[in-house]
């Protein structure tokens, strides 16, 4: 009975070993997310950005990185803001055998809640008592 090659072991065995992921949570995120979901905000600055990075030694993590906490350094960094809109994440890492480092950095639109929304007029909209028709009583405490 021939055996099998050992290269062709140590292959089978690389391969199953790189086949192998692995699946982490990264963040719950807080709010209404969607294109259709934007609160009353006044955008106060663009480019806000946050970071955060979580490390290993030998793959045992001493720290992972956190997307709540580089949201809120984002927010930290612009007087003022309480939310961030049209945000972009992005992840890297720096993998070695003994020291890992991975990184979630956020980049959005920083802003504050606002109470209510105001709607321009059109400039050729006239006051309303020029557009009521004449002879209408428009005052409502009987006055002239």
């Not at 290269?7 to 982490?24: D, E, I, K, Q, W």
């Not at 209404?32 to 609160?39: D, I, N, S």
């Not at 990075?53 to 993590?61: E, H, K, M, Q, Y």
């Amino acid at each position: 009975m021939r055996g099998r090659p050992r290269g062709a072991t140590v292959a089978a065995l690389t391969a199953a070993v790189l086949a192998v992921g692995c699946r982490a949570h990264v963040a719950t995120l807080p709010g209404v997310l969607g294109p259709e979901a934007y609160p009353p905000a006044m955008v106060l600055a663009t480019g806000a950005i946050g970071e955060d990075c979580g490390t290993s030694i030998l793959f045992v993590p001493l720290r992972q990185a956190s997307l709540e906490v580089a949201v809120a350094r984002a927010i930290a960094s612009v007087p003022e803001a309480t939310l961030l809109t049209d945000v972009q994440v992005d992840a890297s890492a720096f993998v070695t055998l003994v020291y890992n480092r991975g990184c979630v950095r956020v980049k959005g639109s920083a802003a504050k809640l606002v109470s209510s929304v105001v709607v321009p007029m059109p400039e050729r909209h006239q006051h309303h008592d020029e557009s009521m028709p004449h002879g209408h009583d428009h005052h409502h405490d009987g006055s002239p």
